[in-house]
Every structure is written in structure tokens, then in C-alpha cells.
């Protein structure tokens, strides 16, 4: 499993993307490429494609943190920032950024694994709770949209709230479609003629 992870270091200091990628070989990660220059992030990290993003950096910059914030938001790729020191306001944005993980002052390639694997873990875990929060959004709009349509069934039609979802249900099984599309669609027509 460790071989299938295609990881991106982006290090200006040979020195240290060595030790990175010496720490990532010896936790068996062998798909591993690395840039130097941390200009145009967002094309190259994009064509590249990889699995996971460890950044190294001596003192992250608002640029660079841009970058990582777009990167992370269309690409959506774990990433490790490693710092050599911090302070509060640094370590916000970086999280804003969509950085997984913050590492001040801790590389060492024997700390490369764990530190990997807790990025990789906390990514898919806001990963979940962001895709449970955009399905609880899309279901609450669904629902005001469903509301909105028994209420313009009731008052057109002078039936109950009842009756008026039957009726929207029924015809979402006609036309074979979600109850929230048909509800859509007669909102529209309502707005319209209205």
C-alpha cells in the first residue's frame, strides 16, 4: 500500500527534501517527486497529480499559503507543512489553507511515517465531516423547496399539507425524479407566474 501513494515534496533545500524523501523511502514510499521552487504551486501541483503534498518551508510566506489554500480547495490533497518556527496567526492561516498537518521544527525522517499517515487520517476526516456538512445543506434547501411547493399546492388547491406532499411525491414518481426536483420545478412556475 505504502508503493501506491504518489507524494510531492516541495522543498527549497536539498538538504532538507532529502531527508524528507529519505524518511519517505524508508517507510516504503517509493513514488516520490519533488520541486524546489515554490513559484506557480497550483499548475505544478496540479500536473502532477500526487497523492499527498509535504511542503517544507524555513518561515511560510502569505503567497505561499495562497497557494496552498487554492491547492487545497480544488485539488483536495492531503498536506504536511513543516516550519522551522510558528507563531498563533501563522498556524491559523495555514489551517485555513487546507494545510492536514503543521509540523514546527519536528523533521526528522524517522517522525516522516507517522507524521504521513496522521496528515493522510485528518485529511479524510474533514474530508467526511465536509461532505456530511454539504449533504446536510443540499437537504435543508431540498426541504425549504418542498415546503414552499405544499404551500403553493395548499393555496391553489385548497388541500392540507398532506395531501399536497402526496401529491408532489406522485407526481416525482411519474416522472420518475426526486420530489425535490418536481418541487423545484413548480416554484419556478409559481415565481413566474407570479
Known sequence: MADDLKILVIDEDPVRAAILKEGLGDAGHLRV?????????????????PDVVLIDLENPNRDVLEQMFQVSREVKRPIAMF???S?????????????SA????GLKKERIKSILDM??????AFSRLQQELDETKTQLEERKIIDRAKGILMQQKGIGEEEA???????????KKKIAEVAASL?????LLS
Open 33 to 49: 517527486e519533488w520541486i524546489a521552487d515554490t513559484s506557480n504551486l497550483y499548475m505544478r501541483i496540479t500536473a502532477l497529480d
Open 165 to 175: 406532499y402526496a401529491l408532489l411525491r406522485k407526481n416525482a414518481m411519474n416522472q
Open 119 to 124: 496528515t493522510i487520517s485528518r485529511f479524510n
Open 87 to 99: 507563531d498563533t496567526a501563522m498556524i491559523t492561516a495555514s489551517v485555513d489553507a487546507g494545510v
Open 102 to 105: 503543521y509540523i514546527v521544527d
Open 83 to 85: 516550519v522551522d518556527q
Open 187 to 191: 416554484v419556478s412556475a409559481a415565481d
